[in-house]
């Protein structure tokens, strides 16, 4: 997927940072969406990360090729680190009557990059949390610090 949105993507620095910092910290669509520069500790090498859905928000730890990605995306004068090509949030705010907060556009975003892979399966952009939690797990981390990484409430 990293090199499908290296490859295929019409904003791939955006399309890269976007799939490895969702991957890399279990993100939900929405809680990539929230990701603000204000956020980033690049003197500590971290990130706080807002969960949604009762989670616990909480700072990561930031890896070199996370920080470089995220670094070749840096806008002046936007809050959000992922935006969409007019330099806007992906967020659908709470505002809009009937509708949660959302953030459609990156789910979109995982959706053409997977078809770009041609990886033969279907992916959906919350996989991404998953395949976290499975990546932790199968390099021997303890089920309590998968689900303290990831900010689940109850194992």
Same mark, same amino acid.
């Given at each position: ?28 669509? *929405? ?8 956020? *980033? ?10 969960? *949604? ?103």
């Amino acid at each position: 997927m990293l090199e499908a949105a290296k490859e295929h993507s019409r904003y791939p620095d955006r399309d890269y940072a976007l799939i490895l910092m969702m991957f890399c910290h279990g993100l939900r669509a *929405v809680e990539a969406a929230m990701l603000e520069w204000r956020d *980033v500790d690049l003197s500590q090498n971290n990130i706080y990360i807002r969960r *949604v859905k009762g989670s616990q928000s909480g700072v990561h730890p930031l890896e070199h090729d996370e920080r470089d990605a995220i670094l070749k995306i840096q806008q002046r004068d936007v809050a959000q680190i992922f935006v969409n090509e007019r330099q806007r949030s992906f967020l659908i705010p709470v505002t809009v009557p009937g509708r949660a907060d959302k953030a459609t556009g990156i789910s979109r975003i995982v959706e053409r990059i997977v078809k770009a892979a041609r990886l033969g399966i279907e992916i959906h952009a919350h996989m991404l949390r998953h395949s976290c939690g499975y990546w932790l797990a199968n390099g021997g981390y303890d089920t309590r610090l998968i689900q303290d990484y990831l900010r689940h409430k109850n194992i």
